[in-house]
């Protein structure tokens, strides 16, 4: 049987080492010895001894956030031996790699998977206050190990080195030391008056040391239940 499907850049790529890798642009590769933490619904194939068991959110306080902030990550732990292949509806999929002092913040419906060394959690992004229904938490990641994240199409890296500035829905993820804020990006005039508008109403900004990756995409706004008033004051406590 002969066909360009069967080319060598389709074929399986095997490794020595354990753990996360590209199989292509489109799909992770985890050849497991252990456990993973993955998006729900993220596996296509999967080969060897390997179960899956799912998690919600990570653990209650997480899960009640997620059910405060609409952020979050719905994640299964996938433990055993074997290779295990995930993708999210053919997004580019990027490994990252996270080492002692690094800490990532990320918007939750970009993450795939993570190994399970790395701490976890829902924090409300600085400068949103109750301004904008979107991107007002992200999950930030911390410790030592990789995370695989995705992007719709090719995203660019933005290195903070001046005041930098963002659609909130195409910002993937962050230096978690940047200081953030929100402000208008319009402003009030005869266009606005006339019923005119950019579809801009909002902008992040950036400032310090780091980087911002952002796609050439936008994700719809994400509301969680709940009036804002009632999320600033039950997330008092759960976002301490």
Known sequence: MRSELFSAENLEKESAQPGMRLQNSKMLKVELNGEVM??????????????????????????????????????????????????????????????????????????????????????????????????????????????????????????????????????VCWSANLQTGYHRAEQLGLGTLLGRSTGEAFTMSFAGQGFVVVQPSEEPPVMGSGSQEQQGGLLGGLLS
């Open 38 to 171: 993955a998006r729900v619904g993220s596996m296509v194939a999967y080969q060897g001894q390997v179960q899956f068991q799912a998690l919600g959110s990570g653990g209650l306080g997480k899960f009640l956030k997620q059910k405060l902030t609409g952020e979050g990550v719905p994640l299964m732990k996938v433990s055993g031996r074997g290779d295990v292949f995930l993708a999210d509806f053919a997004k580019d999929v990027h490994v990252i790699d996270l080492e002692p002092g690094d800490a990532l913040s990320i918007n939750g419906s970009s993450v795939l998977a993570f190994d399970s060394t790395l701490q976890y959690d829902i924090r409300m992004v600085g400068g949103a206050g109750m301004a904008s229904s979107s991107g007002l938490f992200n999950c930030v990641f911390s410790g030592y190990g990789r995370i695989a994240i995705t992007t719709k199409g090719t995203p660019v890296v933005l290195s903070v080195d001046a005041p930098t500035y963002v659609d909130p829905q195409a910002a």
